[in-house]
C-alpha cells in the first residue's frame, strides 16, 4: 500500500480534438465575445428600462440585477477578449 508511484515527468498529455484546430478555436473565441456582447447590451438596456421608463428605484432588483449581470458579462467580454488563445 506504501507503494510510491515514479513521477509522471516527461509524460506529454494528449490533446483533445477541438484542443488541435487553431480555426476552430477562433471561431469559438469570436462567438463567445458576440454573445457575450449581446448580453451585456441587452442586460444593460433593460436596467435603464427599468429604472426610466418604468420608474423603479436604481435600488430595486428589477434595475440592480440586470446591471449586476451586465457588469459581470461585461467583464467576461474582457477576459476573453484580452486573452491570447
Known amino acids: 500500500m506504501s507503494e510510491e508511484r515514479p513521477p509522471h515527468e516527461g509524460?506529454?498529455?494528449r490533446r483533445?480534438?477541438?484542443e488541435t484546430?487553431?480555426?476552430q478555436g477562433a471561431a469559438f473565441r469570436q462567438t463567445?465575445?458576440?454573445v457575450y456582447g449581446v448580453l451585456v447590451a441587452g442586460?444593460?438596456?433593460?436596467a435603464l428600462y427599468m429604472a426610466l421608463v418604468?420608474?423603479?428605484p436604481l435600488t430595486s432588483a428589477y434595475v440592480a440585477g440586470p446591471a449586476i449581470g451586465a457588469l459581470w458579462f461585461c467583464l467576461r467580454l474582457f477576459?476573453?477578449?484580452?486573452?491570447?488563445?
Open 43 to 46: 442586460l444593460f438596456g433593460l
Open 32 to 34: 463567445s465575445l458576440i
Open 16 to 18: 483533445l480534438p477541438f
Open 54 to 56: 418604468v420608474g423603479h
Open 21 to 23: 484546430d487553431k480555426r
Open 11 to 13: 509524460v506529454k498529455r
Open 79 to 85: 477576459m476573453i477578449w484580452g486573452s491570447r488563445g
